[in-house]
């Protein structure tokens, strides 16, 4: 598995550590945001897009803004 770690700012200003790595079990196109643990798990395409924009902070967060949000539950079932 490879694996970014990016900080963010929420609405009220708070730090949020987002963990942003692949996994082997999703579509290569298939990305999410499992926002109740804070880890972005990507496809193998999704995660060639990502790190194309690796520093890029505006078009890192664009990309994260277009990532569907999802809760544990969600993935697991």
């Not at 798990?41 to 078009?59: F, I, V």
């Not at 890192?60 to 569907?68: A, M, P, R």
């Amino acid at each position: 598995m490879q694996r970014h770690t990016l900080t963010i700012s929420d609405a009220e200003g708070c730090l949020i550590d987002l963990h942003i790595c692949t996994h082997a079990s999703l579509a290569a196109t298939d990305g999410f945001w499992v926002t109740d643990v804070n880890y972005v798990l990507l496809g193998s395409e999704r995660w060639a897009e990502w790190n194309e924009l690796y520093g890029h902070n505006d078009k890192q967060t664009n990309f994260l803004s277009k990532v569907k949000r999802v809760s544990t539950t969600e993935v697991l079932t």
